[in-house]
């Protein structure tokens, strides 16, 4: 098996991020080079990505160990690895008029492909360990997305409450791996596989794990950074926190649970979590008018979806729901990425301060549509999805899980699917305000008039186009969710 | 027997860390409990990375901490508490019983008779190379981060350090600076 | 040896009470660290229980180089908002959101 590979996909983006950093600080040209650099190794990374999904449809795993730690890139690896590179590569197109005059965008382009490195590195790694150390990088990286305007009280807030819970989160899990370590005596996930260990230690661990990725899917108790980090990051920021390293999270908690499935009982907690987590962030964002705070509780809401799938899947046994989980999540990515980078373009067409993030009303968009009718069209689209509206991405996903849960057969299971159905069309509620205020007249057109920067469309154009693809052709991505809803693997 | 005492010594001081009043001396609390769990893990014969958590643990946290201390300037802690305190204290305890409870049940083998297998610096760099290298990553992440945090703002005025003087300018400032980078985003132009 | 594990525990429950009940910026670093200390021991001390003293070293040692950036970020975020605030009371930031 050749491994350049899965090596080349793994360390390019680690590799490159000091280049980036170099490149843009002795340059003279800051904004242009860095990210120039950021765009090509993204681009590459993109081609072995190509070739290696090349592989694994032809049933050949992409793998290589380095000492003791094997890493496979399987389908859940690679479906990650789909996701980081996605946000990264698009969030480097939009990043650059987020900084206008500013100083220290190299640091941004750094951290980003430092940040796709090391979740490529945490979704690949067979080591329970060295998921953790990959782990903590990617958190070490995102704080950098967090904090780069930190001129604003606020921001430096929601930057202490991300590095504080942060920490937390990645500290528990360390007190869960020494747990599993105790009780297996081995860190190799399959080997802990094939122990299946169902002590009360291996409860515990489980348990200490579940909590510590939990904060970094912003599980419902475990949520309280999030409203604030997303409000108070940069959008493209939000978008990738959102987009990739909740996902992340997502990934590590499901390579714990796939390895100890015996330990406790993942699916009751997957869809007590992820009922939890819907009402919650539903009923939290009816009272949102700020418009980053909307959509970050909305953000908790979807990822109880994804949860509550995959608790189906895991509950019936069947893939489906898992299936219909995972869909969910990278079609969540899609949405939230493209409703945060319309805000992102919002905030810079309203003349918005660099770092101000916080306080977009729902009448500060007002008048959008006539000013810029892509944005419009794009936020609007991000939200109907967001909504589950049919025909697009979000409804064939939803659509999706609650088939799975309904085919379980079970009085429970099938009450949870009519729960997360009516909140579903709760959330119409709070999604609809914003599409109106959108295509309100308003105090926005009377404004200086920018136009939207080229680089800005892209990104808005390409997540629009993959919400109405996907919501027609929802199978247009079953190569790369597929493979990774077989949890064994 | 002297590794119970490290480990007792050890907690108090973490209490006394949390409660004092006095962030220099809380400082010196924790360099307290680095300094017990160094010796504990010596007295287990892990000398390696007994020697690591005193120059890393006890050595340059407490003096980063001590540094920052006295750049900030004695803050006393706020009566109040975030959340109510009887969770503050249940949340925890239960935890810690939970923990006990199973470890002492659980029963395992002391390790006295496990061989002294691997030397700490073989299985680091030879067995377990994968971390190391994710470890300089973090690093360098870690760098980058602070370097974003420490960096003054000050080199380009046109971005005004504090919004409230940004929206109290003239609005045609912001405007400059936007079309600025318009005109400079052309010239690089898209690379694709 | 099992105390040493349940010593870790109480470090991790004390980390959690400061963060749970305090409000000071530094102070919640310090319990982090705290936290973490009682990572270290529970790692160190799983390694050597199974027989890999090498293996539970070597995880002490990447566990101290993470916790210690944390450490480093957490520490430069409270001088900074220190500096733009005057305070280092966590309820005194928040009160700004208005």
């Given amino acids: 098996m050749n491994a350049a590979l899965p090596v080349g996909l793994l360390t390019l983006p680690l590799l490159s991020s000091p280049l980036a950093y170099f490149v843009g600080r002795f340059s003279g040209r800051r904004h242009g080079l860095a990210q120039f650099v950021a765009l090509v190794v993204l681009l590459v990374a993109w081609a072995m990505f190509v070739a290696m999904a090349g592989q694994l449809a032809a049933g050949e795993t992409p793998q290589f160990e380095y000492g003791m730690i094997a890493f496979r890139l399987d389908g859940l690896a690679m479906y990650m690895a789909a996701l980081a590179l996605g946000l990264s590569t698009l969030a480097v197109f939009f990043a650059r008029q987020m900084f206008q005059a500013r100083a220290g965008s190299e640091k941004y382009y750094a951290a980003l492909l430092a940040l796709t490195g090391a979740m490529i590195g945490l979704a690949g790694a067979r080591d329970l360990f060295n998921l953790w150390v990959w782990f903590e990088t990617m958190i070490a990286a995102s704080y950098l997305l967090v904090v780069i305007f930190h001129d604003e009280a606020l921001n430096l807030e929601a930057g202490f409450k991300y590095v504080v819970q942060s920490a937390m989160g990645s500290g528990l899990v360390v007190f869960g791996i020494a747990l599993i370590l105790l009780d297996t005596g081995t860190l190799n996930l399959d080997l802990i596989a094939q122990a299946a260990p ?292 | 027997m002297e590794s119970l005492v490290l480990l007792l010594v050890a907690l108090i001081c973490a209490i006394q860390a949390v409660r004092s009043a006095q962030l220099l001396i809380a400082a010196l609390w924790l360099a307290g409990v680095s300094a017990c769990i160094a010796l504990f893990l010596y007295a287990l014969g892990a000398h390696a990375i007994a020697v690591i958590e005193l120059s890393v643990g006890a050595g340059l946290v407490t003096i980063l901490m001590v540094f920052a201390i006295t750049m900030v300037g004695e803050d006393s802690e706020p009566h109040q508490p975030v959340v109510p305190r009887w969770m503050a204290i249940a949340l925890p305890a239960a935890v810690l019983i939970l923990a006990a409870g199973l470890l002492l049940n659980a029963g395992i083998s002391s390790s006295a008779d496990a061989a002294p297998d691997e030397s700490l610096s073989a299985v680091l760099w030879q067995l377990r190379g994968a971390d190391v290298a994710a470890q300089l990553a973090l690093i360098f992440a870690g760098v980058l981060g602070l370097l974003a945090l420490l960096a003054d703002d000050r080199e380009e005025p046109g971005a005004s350090s504090l919004w409230v003087e940004a929206e109290s300018d003239e609005p045609s400032a912001q405007f400059r600076v936007a079309e600025k980078s318009e005109v400079d985003l052309e010239e690089v132009g898209s690379p694709q | 040896m099992i105390w040493g594990l349940v010593a870790a525990f109480a470090l991790l429950a004390v980390g959690l009470y400061g963060l749970l009940a305090l409000r000071n910026l530094i102070k919640l670093t310090i319990a982090l660290q705290l936290m973490m200390k009682g990572g270290l021991i529970a790692v160190v001390l799983a390694g050597d229980a199974v027989g890999q003293r090498g293996l539970g070293e070597s995880l002490g040692v990447t566990l101290i180089i993470a916790d210690t950036v944390a450490a480093v970020i957490g520490l430069a975020l409270a001088v900074l908002v220190r500096r733009r605030l005057g305070s280092l009371d966590i309820e005194v930031v928040s009160k700004l959101r208005g």
């Avoid at chain 1, 969910?328 to 003349?351: P, Q, W």
């Fill in chain 1, 198 to 489: 169902h002590s009360a230690m291996a409860a515990i661990g489980s348990a200490l794990c579940f909590i510590g990725f939990g904060v970094k899917v912003a599980i419902v108790p475990m949520h309280t950074w999030l409203p604030d980090v997303y409000t108070q990051s940069p959008s493209v920021s939000s978008a990738v926190l959102a987009g990739a390293v909740s996902k992340a999270g997502l990934v590590g908690l499901l390579r714990v649970t796939a390895a100890l499935s015996a330990a406790i009982p993942w699916a009751d907690l997957f869809m007590l979590f992820g009922a939890a987590s819907i009402l919650a962030g539903n009923l939290l964002a009816f009272r949102q008018r700020d418009v980053k705070r909307l959509l970050a509780y909305s953000s908790m809401g979807h990822l109880g979806y994804v949860m509550l799938g995959i608790g189906f899947g895991l509950h019936a046994g069947q893939t489906a729901g898992v299936y219909g989980g995972l869909f969910h999540a990278l079609n969540h990515s899609v949405m939230k990425g493209l409703a945060f980078f319309s805000i992102g373009a919002a905030l810079y067409l309203l003349s918005r301060p660099v770092g101000r993030e916080h306080g977009l009303r729902l009448d500060d968009l007002a008048g959008m549509a006539r000013r810029c009718p892509l944005l419009a069209l794009a936020l609007t689209l991000a939200l109907f999805s967001l909504a589950g509206i049919p025909p697009l991405a979000g409804f064939m996903s939803k659509w999706q899980i609650f088939a799975a849960g309904l085919a379980a057969n079970s009085p429970w299971v099938t009450a949870l699917v009519v729960f997360a159905a009516l909140n579903s069309v709760l959330s119409l509620g709070y999604y609809l305000p914003v599409v109106n205020a959108l295509y309100r007249e308003g105090a926005s057109e009377g404004q200086t008039r920018l136009p939207l920067p080229r680089l800005m469309a892209i990104p808005l154009v390409v997540l629009s186009f993959l919400i109405v693809l996907l919501g027609l052709w929802p199978d247009a991505v079953r190569w790369l969710v597929a493979p990774a809803s077989v949890l064994g693997g």
